[in-house]
């Protein structure tokens, strides 16, 4: 049993991505970054964070400060998104198999407690952590360890980005990879992460 679970928040309990590809879209106009059509989210889910910044032209100088812009967009209609299909059954047996259960996320504080809020499942969360900025998940990981007294061992990680499962194997924590986010199985899979899954149900083999 692990005495801790800690999950990802965007593309792995909200579904936000239709709503950051209109605000990529957004920002990609007005500064000259390469759009993304739709049609082309399947081939761009096989790319790491950098090989993604790379194919639609931003800096990674500019980026603190677009996920900045990205995140306070977002809080205008985080209260309208849904929940991944599946996960308002599989979060309370989950938390009944975990001591801690939390989130670490890039989101903003505010962004996730109103979401969970609307949805009901805020009481499910020991804690969440935000970190503002898409790389750190390592360091905070093992940040949250010395908070609960754990050893890493006895943490789980569940994400759906490539960065997600570097992260956690970084911090040496075990990672489950879900498929229903941002990142495709096979980009996935080639991490070798923990565990695989393709839908929230399948957690509870798991946990």
């Known amino acids: 049993m692990k005495r801790c679970l800690i999950f990802d928040f965007d593309g792995t ?4 991505l239709d709503e ?14 390469t759009r993304i059509d739709p049609g082309q989210v399947d081939e761009l889910r096989g790319l790491d964070t950098d090989g993604l910044l790379k194919h639609l032209g931003v800096p990674k100088r500019r980026l603190p400060f677009h996920l900045a812009t990205a995140m306070r967009r977002l809080r205008s209609q985080i209260e309208n998104l849904s929940l991944i299909e599946g996960m308002h059954d599989v979060l309370p047996l989950l938390k009944q198999r975990s001591e ?4 670490l996320s890039s989101n903003i504080q505010e962004n996730i407690e109103a979401f969970l809020e609307v949805h ?7 804690f969440i952590s935000s970190i503002g900025r898409l790389t750190g998940k390592a360091r905070h990981l093992r940040a949250i360890a010395r908070t609960f007294s754990l050893k890493p061992g006895e943490i789980i990680y ?10 956690a194997r ?3 924590v075990d990672v489950i ?14 991490e070798r992460p923990t565990f695989l899954v393709e839908k929230p149900c399948e957690l509870l083999k798991v946990i």
Not at 24 to 30: F, I, K, R, T, V
Not at 120 to 126: A, I, N, V
Not at 158 to 167: H, K, S, W
């Open 20 to 33: 950051g590809l209109k605000i990529y879209n957004d920002l990609a106009e007005q500064n000259g970054y």
């Open 120 to 126: 009901g499942m805020r009481d499910q969360f020991t």
């Open 177 to 190: 990879a879900v498929t229903w986010g941002l990142n495709s199985h096979a980009s996935l899979s080639r």
């Open 13 to 16: 309990i909200a579904d936000t």
């Open 170 to 172: 970084k911090a040496g």
């Open 100 to 103: 801690h259960m939390g989130i």
């Open 158 to 167: 569940v994400g759906d980005e490539i960065r997600d499962l570097r992260a």
